[in-house]
């Protein structure tokens, strides 16, 4: 009798867990396109595309390799539309004596294979996903006992963990983390390179000739269409960073520029997150590149914090916190999201760019989602399961246990300060030094009230206002209160009229 050998399309290596002791001549292995997983949120075209056709060359490779796989298409006509489905039909067609899976990256998936063994009458091995770096286990060992975590001292463990960027016990350099140095605003002149394409092979067209019918209503441009799809060309994106735009990392990791989405980030989060990227892989390149291209050390420790750190941290803190997590709602917040997250219809530009752009690219960089996107929603009061929703779909890196912590906890505070130690509430200000979005918006980032001020100005004092009695006790926040309390009454009602004002507007 065979196994039969689960692979989902995040698990997309031939070293992942469910194939471990594989019998090639006997096992199955069982990859589905399903609807479900498409449309449980309606997916962003390209991501959709992206995904399957990375399932589809995955899949050829381990035939190519000898193993014998049962691979479902979108289109076939008796596909079921679920996991769940799909296992029973392919229980139906052979004697299959246990099933084998690796840990789903999702807690709805894991809660419905949990039941599996129940349903299907059979044993059903749900193996851990040993891509990552730090196993739920030890995760959670780490944060028992501490009302609140904190990724530093978290990161510093996984460097010692690993020995990365180590000279014996030490940090080398000194320091273990350089991020004072990565903020620098950008320049005119930066001279940035061009991002790693390729171009769609026939199952990439395939595949996008079935999105374009099947998803028309999809939010998200799916072409052009130049994203790696195999492990060889993921691992060239990986190699194109190191040498061309590592270097720059750290010092410009917060700036924008207008018509530049791609500045010197890595574009790797599409690939690490369905494995055909390894993440050590990733932090040794940037370890190596140090040693030997004389990379910046502020530049290659970003990276790798990036990566060790706050990558596992995320994670760690999802497994940690659900399903409770997916629920928490600190300040209350129930606003509707604005259409124009769709349609990228407002007059204020930072906005109207970062909803261009990830239509356009199913990407967005770091800042872009937390400063901008991410910074409106906090401000405004909207309900985080929209949030989250949102963010759930409109990015091509884009699976539950990342989203959910960076949007619920790191943007939103809806955790109430368990993963960051403040809410990363900004004005019109901020977005003006790290970016060139104010020179071409119809609002003028300088007025503080007004018609014709940056809403964001008014906004964050709003927001400051309205959640005193939770956030005025943090430490981190009692020099705003305290300048809060020196304005004039005069300009305290102004704050208050100007949002009023944008806010109705905005329902
Ligand atoms: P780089 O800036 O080049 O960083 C290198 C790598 O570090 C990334 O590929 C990623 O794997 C890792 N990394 C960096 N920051 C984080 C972080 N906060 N959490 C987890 N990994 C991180 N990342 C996702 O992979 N999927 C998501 O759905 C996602 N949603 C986000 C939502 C919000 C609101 C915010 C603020 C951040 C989100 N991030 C998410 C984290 C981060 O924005 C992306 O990982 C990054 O933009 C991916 O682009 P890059 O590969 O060019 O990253
Ligand atoms: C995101 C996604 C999509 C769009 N389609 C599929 C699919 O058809 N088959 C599949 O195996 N996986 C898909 N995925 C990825 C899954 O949603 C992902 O494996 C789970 O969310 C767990 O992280
Ligand atoms: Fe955004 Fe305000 Fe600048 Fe306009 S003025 S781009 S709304 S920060």
């Known amino acids: 009798m065979s196994v039969l050998r689960l692979i989902l399309g995040d698990q997309l290596s031939p070293s992942i867990s469910s194939l471990s002791g594989c019998n090639k001549a006997e096992d199955i292995i069982l990859m589905c396109e399903v609807l479900d997983e498409a449309t449980y949120v309606k997916h962003h075209k390209k991501k ?12 050829e490779d381990l035939k190519k390799d000898g193993y014998r796989v049962d691979y479902i298409t979108l289109d076939d006509c008796e596909n079921s539309g679920s996991f769940r ?17 690796t840990h789903p990256g999702e807690y709805r998936l894991l809660s419905d294979m949990q039941t599996w063994q129940k349903d299907f009458g059979l044993p059903v091995e749900i193996r851990p996903d040993d891509h990552f770096l730090c196993s739920s286990a030890e995760f959670e060992a780490w944060a028992r006992g501490r009302k609140r975590i904190r990724m530093e001292y978290f990161y510093r463990e996984m460097r010692k963990k690993y020995s990365i960027l180590m000279d014996g016990e030490r940090p080398v350099g000194g320091q273990w983390n350089y991020d004072a140095d990565n903020r620098k605003p950008p320049k005119d002149g930066l001279d940035i390179p061009a991002p790693f394409v390729t171009e769609p092979d026939d199952i990439t067209q395939q595949v996008m000739n079935l999105v374009s019918v099947r998803f028309a209503n999809h939010f998200g441009d799916l072409e052009p269409f130049h994203f790696a799809v195999t492990r060889d060309q993921a691992y060239e994106v990986l190699e194109h960073f190191i040498s061309q735009r590592l270097a720059r990392f750290g010092d410009y990791q917060d700036a924008m520029i207008e018509g530049e989405p791609w500045m010197y980030h890595a574009h790797i989060s599409f690939y690490l997150n369905c494995s055909l990227l390894d993440p050590l892989d990733c932090v040794k390149a940037a370890e190596d590149a140090y040693h030997r291209m004389s990379i910046p050390l502020n530049a290659a420790e970003g990276f790798i914090r990036q990566i060790i750190g706050w990558r596992e941290y995320i994670r760690g803190i999802y497994w940690l916190k659900m399903p409770g997590y997916a629920h928490e709602n600190f300040f209350n917040a129930a606003r509707d999201l604005p259409d124009f997250y769709w349609t990228a219809q407002t007059k204020m530009n930072c906005l109207h760019q970062c909803v261009l752009e990830t239509r356009r690219n199913a990407y967005a960089h770091h800042i872009q989602r937390l400063m901008v996107l991410g910074n409106f929603a906090l401000l405004t009061g909207i309900d985080p399961k929209q949030v989250n929703e949102w963010f759930l779909m409109v990015y091509a890196d884009a699976y539950e246990w990342v989203e959910l912590p960076n949007v619920s906890g790191m943007v939103l505070f809806a955790d109430g300060g368990y993963l960051a130690s403040k809410p990363y509430a900004a004005g019109g200000s901020y977005i003006n030094k790290m970016s060139n979005y104010c020179e071409k918006c119809s609002y003028n980032v300088r007025k503080k009230n007004g018609p ?17 009695l939770k956030l005025e006790d943090n430490h981190r926040m009692g020099m705003m209160y305290r300048t809060y309390d020196r304005m004039t009454e005069d300009k305290k009602q102004a704050i208050t009229e100007d949002s009023r004002r944008f806010l109705g507007r905005l329902s």
């Open 85 to 101: 489905g799909e296992v029973q039909r392919a229980l139906d067609k052979q004697a299959i004596e246990r099933i084998v899976v």
């Open 48 to 59: 959709i595309a992206f995904l399957l056709s990375a399932m589809r060359h995955f899949a």
């Open 452 to 468: 014709q001020a940056c809403p964001l100005n008014y906004l964050y004092w709003d927001f400051l206002v309205r959640h005193r």
